[in-house]
Structure formats: structure tokens, C-alpha cells
């Protein structure tokens, strides 16, 4: 993931159950709501999300019925192994576990027997949930931000866990 966050600082909230879907067409707005660079008038952005829901990659977090976060998978795309390349929960809902239930499911859709992922070294709280998912730190790359080196993790889908 290009897109560099700043540092989570978000407390957690009380837990409510999260169900995930396949985003329709029909979720779109819902889905760019969520996404404060969408949200901002990010129109490159806009049209990736757009684009991952037409393509049916975009999985989304529902919160008693309201849609809450979402992520964008691209089957195949890394060495040939799946590839989450957003993950994003709206501001309001962090710590609900809804990235926690989206990453859950992309594993379970999965369509290679590891899936990765990335984000920058500042990004704090995606480092915290993929730690607490306990996916595996694979490397970094310099020289895509300055000075915020993107790191690589992968997890490995259930049939091949011990
Ligand atoms: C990263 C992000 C997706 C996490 O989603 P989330 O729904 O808030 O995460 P969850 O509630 O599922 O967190 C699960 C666990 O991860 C860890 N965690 C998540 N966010 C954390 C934070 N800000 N600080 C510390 N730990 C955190 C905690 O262990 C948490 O469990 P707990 O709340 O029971 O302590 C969310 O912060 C976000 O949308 N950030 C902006 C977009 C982004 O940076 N995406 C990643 C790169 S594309």
C-alpha cells in the first residue's frame, strides 16, 4: 500500500459484532464515506475504489447494517499471491475490530495459500493489527516515501497453518 498515514492514536471502543461482505455497486458511496482521502476528493483514489468494486475485489465491514470499513484485494497480483492493497475502517469505527474481521475474511476468500500485504513503517496501528493477527514480517523497501520504509507481511491461509 502507497499511502502513508499518520501515527493511530485511536483508543479501543466497545466491540460490536462486525459481519463482511463482497461490496455491490449499490455500496459504493457507502464505501468512499469511509475513506477520508475519497472523502477529501481524492479522484485517483476514488476511481481505484470504484474500480475494485466493480471488479468485486472490495470486501466491506458492516456495523449493525452501516458500512464501516472496507478492504481491496487484487488475487494474484504479488508473485502470484493475493495482495490486500487497502484497508481502511472509518475514522468513528477504529477499534471495533472491523479491520480485524476484514482481514478474517480476506484470508478466508483467499485464492493463494499466503496473502500479503504492506504499510509504512509509521503507520502504527496497521502494524499493531498485523501483529495481532499474527501475520509474518517478510522485509522492507526504501525509497518509495522518503524516510518511512514500506514493510511487507504475509499470512498464511488455514490450510497450510499447523
Ligand atoms: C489500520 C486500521 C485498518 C485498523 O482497523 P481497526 O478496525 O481500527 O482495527 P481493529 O479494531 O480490528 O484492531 C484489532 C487490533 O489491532 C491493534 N490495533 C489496531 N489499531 C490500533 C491502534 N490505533 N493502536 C494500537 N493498536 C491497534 C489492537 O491490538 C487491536 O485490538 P484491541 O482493539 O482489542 O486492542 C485503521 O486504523 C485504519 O483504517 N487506518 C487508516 C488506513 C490505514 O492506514 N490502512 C492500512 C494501510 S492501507
Redesign the pocket.
Known amino acids: 500500500?502507497q499511502?502513508a498515514?499518520p501515527r493511530?492514536?485511536?483508543p479501543?471502543v466497545r466491540?460490536l459484532p462486525v459481519e463482511t461482505r463482497v461490496a455491490g455497486v449499490v455500496d459504493l458511496v457507502s464505501v468512499l464515506a469511509c475513506d477520508?482521502l475519497a472523502s477529501a476528493g481524492d479522484a485517483d483514489r476514488e476511481t481505484a475504489i470504484a474500480s475494485a468494486v466493480h471488479d468485486a475485489r472490495c470486501r466491506i465491514g458492516l456495523v449493525e447494517g452501516a458500512v464501516a470499513?472496507f478492504a481491496v484485494t487484487s488475487p494474484r497480483s504479488f508473485f502470484g499471491r493475493d495482495f490486500v492493497?487497502?484497508?481502511?475502517?472509518a475514522v468513528s469505527?477504529?477499534?471495533?475490530?472491523?479491520?480485524?474481521?476484514l482481514l478474517r475474511a480476506v484470508l478466508a476468500a483467499a485464492t493463494s495459500r499466503t496473502v500479503w500485504t504492506s504499510?509504512n513503517r509509521s503507520?502504527?496501528?496497521?502494524r499493531?493489527?498485523l501483529?495481532?493477527?499474527d501475520w509474518e514480517f517478510s522485509g522492507e523497501l526504501a525509497g518509495l516515501d522518503d524516510g518511512d520504509p514500506e514493510l511487507f507481511f504475509f499470512a498464511r491461509v488455514r490450510s497450510e497453518r499447523p
Do not use: C, I, W
Not at 492493497?85 to 475502517?89: A, F, G, T, Y
Not at 469505527?93 to 474481521?101: A, D, F, K, L, T
Open positions: 500500500m499511502v498515514y493511530g492514536k485511536t479501543p466491540k477520508p470499513g492493497d487497502l484497508l481502511v475502517v469505527q477504529r477499534r471495533g475490530g472491523v479491520g480485524r474481521s504499510t503507520n502504527a496501528a496497521m499493531a493489527l501483529a495481532d493477527e
